[in-house]
C-alpha cells in the first residue's frame, strides 16, 4: 500500500515512522496506542475564525482573524464573554475580508512590570493586517493597536522573503525570545522581546537582531503541511500547529487535508516529532488547526488545547492528549 501520509527524515533525531496507509504511530513498543488521542471536541458557534490563543488560568483568549474583540473562554463551563477590541466595530460579528485587521497569532509577554496579550496581524498583503494589538491582561481597556509596517518590512529584507511568501500565523514567547512562525515559506523568526518591544515603540532604536530558520514538515497526498500557531514548553522548546491545504501554493484557499502538531527544538532548530490529528478510523480529520496552548503536563503525557477555523463563521475545540513526548535533543 501506499502511504498516504509522508514524514520527513531527520538524522539523529526521534523519528516518526509510517507504517500502514493513512495511520500514524509512534516509535514505540506498542504501536496500537496513538500518540496523539482527540479526548473532547466541541463546536463554538459564537466564536468566528478562531486563529490565536493563549492560556491564563482557567480562561482561554481566543484571537480571531476576523473578529471585532478577544473572546474569553471559561474552561470549565465554556461560559464565552467577548472583550472589544478599540476602535473596531463591537456590534460587527466578522469584519469583511478585504479590511479585516487579520490577527492570525496570539502570545503572553512580561513587559515594564505588566502582562500583555500580543495579537499580531499577518502581514499578508495589506498595510491594515501590518498591526499588532497590545491587551493589559490586568486591565482589558489598557490596550493599544500599533503598526508593524516598518518591522515586516525589515523582517522581510533580513530574511529574503518575498511579499508574497509573508503570513505570520504563530507567535510564541520563551523568555527572553519572541518567535514568529510565517506560513508562506515555513520560517521560525527568533527575536530578544525587549528589544521588539523597544524598537516598536522607537523605530529610532537599533532594529533587534534575527535569528531565522525555515523547518521541514510533513506531507499528506505530497503536500507540505503550513504553520498555522505555535505554543511554548517549559523545556523551552515550542509546539506548532500546521495545516495541509488541496491548493497550488499556499496561498489559494481550498479542501483542508489535514492537521498535524510538531515538536520544534529551540536548541537544534529543527522538528523531532510530528502527529496527525485522525479520526477513530486512523483517517486524517478535515480540519485545519489554528493555535494550541498546553493544559498540562503530566509526566511524559502532554494534554493540549486545540482551536480549528470552518471559515463559516464558527471555531472548533479540540482537548488532545500527546503520550510520551520525546526529550529535547
Given at each position: 500500500?501506499?502511504?498516504?501520509?509522508?514524514?520527513?527524515?531527520?538524522?539523529?533525531?526521534?523519528l516518526?515512522?509510517?507504517?500502514?496507509?493513512?495511520?500514524?504511530?509512534?516509535?514505540?513498543?506498542?504501536?496500537?496506542?496513538?500518540?496523539?488521542?482527540?479526548?473532547?471536541?466541541?463546536?463554538?458557534?459564537?466564536i468566528?475564525s478562531?486563529?490565536?490563543?493563549?492560556?491564563?488560568?482557567?480562561?482561554?483568549?481566543?484571537?480571531?482573524?476576523?473578529?471585532?474583540?478577544?473572546?474569553?473562554?471559561?474552561?470549565?463551563?465554556?461560559?464565552?464573554?467577548?472583550?472589544?477590541?478599540?476602535?473596531?466595530?463591537?456590534?460587527?460579528?466578522?469584519?469583511?475580508?478585504?479590511?479585516?485587521?487579520?490577527?492570525?497569532?496570539?502570545?503572553?509577554?512580561d513587559?515594564?512590570?505588566?502582562?500583555?496579550?500580543?495579537?499580531?496581524?499577518?502581514?499578508?498583503?495589506?498595510?491594515?493586517?501590518?498591526?499588532?494589538?497590545?491587551?493589559?491582561?490586568?486591565?482589558?481597556?489598557?490596550?493599544?493597536?500599533?503598526?508593524?509596517?516598518?518591522?515586516?518590512?525589515?523582517?522581510?529584507?533580513?530574511?529574503?522573503?518575498?511579499?508574497?511568501?509573508?503570513?505570520?500565523?504563530?507567535?510564541?514567547?520563551?523568555?527572553?525570545?519572541?518567535?514568529?512562525?510565517?506560513?508562506?515559506?515555513?520560517?521560525?523568526?527568533?527575536?530578544?522581546?525587549?528589544?521588539?518591544?523597544?524598537?516598536?515603540?522607537?523605530?529610532?532604536?537599533?532594529?533587534?537582531?534575527?535569528?531565522?530558520?525555515?523547518?521541514?514538515?510533513?506531507?499528506?497526498?505530497?503536500?507540505?503541511?503550513?504553520?498555522?500557531?505555535?505554543?511554548?514548553?517549559?523545556?523551552?522548546?515550542?509546539?506548532?500547529?500546521?495545516?495541509?491545504?488541496?491548493t497550488?501554493?499556499?496561498?489559494?484557499?481550498?479542501?483542508?487535508?489535514?492537521?498535524?502538531?510538531?515538536?520544534?527544538?529551540?536548541?537544534?532548530?529543527t522538528?523531532?516529532?510530528?502527529y496527525?490529528?485522525?479520526?477513530?478510523?486512523?483517517?486524517?480529520?478535515?480540519?485545519?488547526?489554528?493555535?494550541?496552548?498546553?493544559?498540562?503536563?503530566?509526566?511524559?503525557d502532554?494534554?493540549?488545547?486545540?482551536?480549528?477555523?470552518?471559515?463559516?463563521?464558527?471555531?472548533?475545540?479540540?482537548r488532545?492528549?500527546?503520550?510520551?513526548?520525546?526529550?529535547?535533543?
Amino acid at each position: 500500500m501506499i502511504n498516504r501520509i509522508v514524514s520527513h527524515f531527520i538524522p539523529g533525531l526521534y523519528l516518526l515512522s509510517l507504517v500502514t496507509s493513512s495511520f500514524l504511530i509512534s516509535c514505540t513498543e506498542n504501536p496500537a496506542v496513538p500518540t496523539m488521542v482527540i479526548e473532547e471536541e466541541k463546536m463554538l458557534d459564537s466564536i468566528p475564525s478562531a486563529s490565536g490563543m493563549v492560556i491564563k488560568g482557567t480562561m482561554a483568549y481566543i484571537v480571531c482573524d476576523d473578529a471585532t474583540g478577544i473572546y474569553q473562554l471559561n474552561l470549565r463551563n465554556y461560559k464565552q464573554y467577548k472583550i472589544p477590541i478599540h476602535g473596531l466595530a463591537d456590534t460587527q460579528y466578522r469584519v469583511p475580508k478585504a479590511i479585516k485587521q487579520d490577527f492570525e497569532s496570539g502570545t503572553l509577554m512580561d513587559w515594564n512590570g505588566k502582562q500583555y496579550l500580543l495579537a499580531f496581524g499577518s502581514g499578508s498583503s495589506r498595510i491594515a493586517r501590518d498591526s499588532l494589538l497590545l491587551m493589559n491582561m490586568a486591565d482589558f481597556e489598557d490596550q493599544k493597536i500599533v503598526s508593524l509596517h516598518s518591522f515586516y518590512k525589515k523582517l522581510r529584507e533580513i530574511t529574503n522573503t518575498d511579499t508574497t511568501q509573508w503570513n505570520v500565523e504563530g507567535a510564541a514567547v520563551v523568555a527572553p525570545y519572541l518567535f514568529l512562525c510565517n506560513r508562506g515559506n515555513n520560517m521560525i523568526m527568533k527575536i530578544q522581546t525587549d528589544d521588539f518591544m523597544n524598537y516598536l515603540f522607537d523605530t529610532a532604536n537599533v532594529f533587534p537582531s534575527v535569528d531565522y530558520h525555515r523547518v521541514q514538515l510533513p506531507s499528506i497526498d505530497g503536500k507540505q503541511a503550513r504553520l498555522s500557531g505555535a505554543c511554548a514548553l517549559n523545556s523551552g522548546d515550542l509546539l506548532f500547529a500546521a495545516s495541509v491545504e488541496d491548493t497550488p501554493d499556499w496561498v489559494s484557499d481550498g479542501p483542508i487535508l489535514g492537521s498535524f502538531v510538531c515538536l520544534y527544538s529551540t536548541k537544534a532548530n529543527t522538528v523531532i516529532a510530528s502527529y496527525l490529528l485522525h479520526d477513530k478510523n486512523w483517517q486524517p480529520l478535515k480540519e485545519k488547526l489554528e493555535t494550541l496552548e498546553v493544559l498540562n503536563n503530566p509526566g511524559s503525557d502532554l494534554e493540549l488545547l486545540t482551536l480549528s477555523d470552518n471559515d463559516a463563521g464558527a471555531s472548533k475545540l479540540f482537548r488532545v492528549r500527546i503520550k510520551a513526548l520525546p526529550a529535547s535533543k
